[in-house]
T-cell receptor
Framework: DAGVIQSPRHEVTEMGQEVTLRCKPI?????LFWYRQTMMRGLELLIY????????DSGMPEDRFSAKMPNASFSTLKIQPSEPRDSAVYFC???????????????FGPGTRLTVL | AQTVTQSQPEMSVQEAETVTLSCTYD???????LFWYKQPPSRQMILVIR??????QNATENRFSVNFQKAAKSFSLKISDSQLGDAAMYFC????????FGTGTSLTVIP
């Protein structure tokens, strides 16, 4: 299994530009999570989907952030317009819910390091 | 709501020695799981070990084991025979209705 795939791995952009992060979950997993990690705030859950439906987006910081999951094998996190304070590592994770015996273990992608200048 | 607390921001251990990382949690769920994840400098979040709350037996994965005290809501990670590759940030997490992460413990392994 290829694991969770994220692209790009690194993104450098200028303030005001649109940024799109992509995620392909593990095949067969039906829950997908987007996290943001910074030194100041640690690991924050932004949004999660179950069966392609957004369940909880209370962690999405502002209207500038949006996430979609058009099908079971693809999700995007978009920031428009981007700001320097959005600089962080963004992780995508997937799991099988309800718990399959693995306790809905989350498997993480390698992350996307976003730098907004 | 669930909370996960890691009270040790940093820990260090001599190579080949044993170290224990602490974690406490609070949950109203009756059915939940507990996890330890490792995040090395590569940033990849790697599952280290998983414990099912309804099982009394402590989980073990090679050099990694947990001390699960359900009544005390404590879930510590013991790393035996520490290796240089164990140096990383370690996150404790719980899942029930949702997944909750602690703030992490940075482990340094001294050669």
């Amino acid at each position: 299994d290829a694991g969770v795939i994220q692209s790009p791995r690194h993104e450098v952009t200028e303030m005001g530009q649109e940024v799109t992060l992509r995620c392909k979950p593990i095949s067969g997993h039906n829950s997908l999570f987007w996290y943001r990690q910074t030194m100041m705030r640690g690991l924050e859950l932004l949004i999660y989907f179950n069966n392609n439906v957004p369940i909880d987006d209370s962690g999405m910081p502002e209207d500038r952030f949006s996430a979609k999951m058009p099908n079971a094998s693809f999700s995007t996190l978009k920031i428009q317009p981007s700001e320097p304070r959005d600089s962080a590592v963004y992780f995508c994770a997937s799991s099988l819910f309800p718990a399959s015996g693995e306790g809905d273990t989350q498997y993480f992608g390698p992350g996307t390091r976003l730098t907004v200048l | 709501a669930q909370t996960v607390t890691q009270s040790q921001p940093e820990m260090s251990v001599q190579e080949a020695e044993t170290v224990t990382l602490s974690c406490t949690y609070d949950t109203s769920e009756s059915d939940y799981y507990l996890f330890w994840y490792k995040q090395p400098p590569s940033r990849q979040m790697i599952l280290v070990i998983r414990q099912e709350a309804y099982k009394q037996q402590n989980a073990t994965e090679n050099r990694f084991s947990v001390n699960f005290q359900k009544a005390a809501k404590s879930f510590s990670l013991k790393i035996s025979d520490s290796q240089l590759g164990d140096a990383a940030m370690y996150f404790c997490a719980s899942s029930g209705n949702q997944f909750y992460f602690g703030t992490g413990t940075s482990l340094t392994v001294i050669p």
